[in-house]
């Protein structure tokens, strides 16, 4: 039973430019939130998905963007990239508010 | 500052049992959970805990919920150097439905 995936693992985009990012949930699981890790942090959220609506927001400017599909995956976009995005994005899917398992997430660096 | 919060680091001898705390502020949680995040990769999820429970054991681990005094802790039994790694507590809340906020984190080091 495959976990949760994401993909690329790797990506060095250039300033002000834009980039997406994907993620399959876990088999079984609807709901999949993104977060942003900064070396040496905690995960802070960025937003979630529930039945291809955005249902929670934290606080992260709107050049952060998302989607679901129907088969439950998401994509998390950001536009107009700057130096601070450089962190690693850590998709995580659950059912509804049980069982929050996380991807292995994607290292983003803008130079 | 941060809802949650963990001390730092933890230094523990191969063999012996390690104790990481968490102290929560939200008296509205719903689940709490316990992380492992080796170098380079992503949140490995261990156990986690339904907030009407006082404990929860799985192999190793066991996890012990003080509601009162919104603590958690995570005890590995016979840490072993491959346990070396960021351990990371989070909380979800009544109104945050599976939204977490975690803690920042303490490093385990496994000493031979």
Not at chain 1, 12 to 18: D, L, N, V
Not at chain 1, 61 to 66: I, L
Not at chain 1, 67 to 83: I, R, T
Not at chain 2, 87 to 109: H, P
Request: hydrophobic share 30%; with cysteine.
């Amino acid at each position: 039973d495959a976990g949760v995936t994401q993909s690329p693992t790797h990506l060095i985009k250039t300033r002000g430019q834009q980039v997406t990012l994907r993620c399959s949930p876990k088999s079984g699981h609807d709901t999949v939130s993104w977060y942003q890790q900064a070396l040496g942090q905690g995960p802070q959220f960025i937003f979630q998905y529930y039945e291809e609506e955005e249902r929670q927001r934290g606080n992260f400017p709107d050049r952060f963007s998302g989607h679901q599909f129907p088969n439950y995956s998401s994509e998390l976009n950001v536009n107009a990239l700057l130096l601070g995005d450089s962190a690693l994005y850590l998709c995580a899917s659950s059912l509804q508010d049980r069982e929050v398992s996380f991807g292995q997430g994607t290292r983003l660096t803008v130079v | 500052g941060e809802d949650v919060e963990q001390s730092l680091f933890l230094s523990v001898r191969e063999g012996d049992s390690s104790v990481i705390n968490c102290t929560y502020t939200d008296s509205s949680s719903t689940y709490l959970y316990w992380y492992k995040q080796e170098p380079g990769a992503g949140l490995q999820l261990l156990t986690y805990i339904f907030s009407n429970m006082d404990m929860k054991q799985d192999q190793r681990l066991t996890v012990l919920l003080n509601k009162k005094d919104k603590h958690l802790s995570l005890r590995i039994a016979d840490t072993q150097t491959g346990d070396s790694a960021i351990y990371f507590c989070a909380e979800s809340t009544t109104d945050s439905w599976g939204k977490l906020q975690f803690g920042a984190g303490t490093q385990v080091v496994v000493t031979p």
